[in-house]
């Protein structure tokens, strides 16, 4: 059960788009449509962006999408605001368990 | 609205047990898995367990397998983590989120320290 790797950071403008990648194997990633994405800003608790690769929860904003090719899947913030800078953290089905990504620090410019 | 309550949590000698909590409300609970992800102070999430929702099927992280063991009382609207043999690194804030294809709504967490 190796984490799933993503870059440690990530910056970008106002207003600009950034994507996220999370990397994993053909025994994670690739195998299931159940890649997730999590916001956590310091000291809350994480909050679910994407499920089943490409499913946003009801409230959360049309600016965060997901997508997935092969073993990596990948997670856009369009329109990049303040209130983006947070951690983010991908997850996936692995067949039983699950794996969480290593974790990305966003930073608004 | 979906609300998860953890408790149970605290400071323990390694080797030692402690058995936390989860309540549930706002939603149907018998009908939802419930998962518990945890994080090491300054780390990133680590997923611990995930039990379905009638308790018939738990599958565990490799490094809790054997000395954690997940269950539910549906009764109550709860979830419980029974963590025995604890060891410095449990050591984390330990969160639990109802299941829906993800981990789905969170818990605020309760912290978990095993230090001697």
């Known amino acids: 059960q190796s984490a799933l790797t993503q870059p440690a950071s990530v910056s970008g403008s106002p207003g600009q788009s950034i994507t996220i990648s999370c990397t994993g194997t053909s025994s994670d990633i690739g195998s299931y449509n159940l890649v997730s994405w999590y916001q956590q800003h310091p000291g809350k608790a994480p909050k679910l962006l994407i499920y089943?690769?490409?499913k946003r929860p009801s409230g959360i904003s049309y600016r965060f999408s997901g997508s997935k090719s092969g073993n990596t899947a990948s997670l856009t913030i369009s329109g990049l605001q303040t209130e983006d800078e947070a951690d983010y953290y991908c997850c996936s089905y692995a067949g039983g368990p699950y794996v969480f990504g290593t974790g990305t620090k966003v930073t608004v410019l | 609205q979906v609300q998860l309550v953890e408790s149970g949590g605290g400071v323990v000698q390694p080797g030692r047990s402690l058995r936390l909590s989860c309540v549930a409300s706002?939603?149907?609970?018998?009908?939802?898995?419930m998962h518990w992800v945890r994080q090491a102070p300054g780390k990133g999430l680590e997923w611990v367990a995930l039990i379905s929702y009638d308790g018939s099927n738990k599958d565990y992280a490799d490094s809790v397998k054997g000395r954690f063991t997940l269950s539910r009382d549906n009764s109550k609207n709860t979830l419980y983590l029974q963590m025995n043999s604890l060891r410095i690194e449990d050591t984390a804030m330990y969160y639990c989120?109802?299941?829906?294809?993800?981990?789905?709504?969170w818990g605020q967490g309760t912290q978990v320290t095993v230090s001697s």
């Open positions: 989120a109802r299941d829906q294809g993800a981990a789905g709504s």
């Open positions: 089943e690769d490409i």
């Open positions: 706002g939603f149907t609970f018998s009908s939802f898995g």
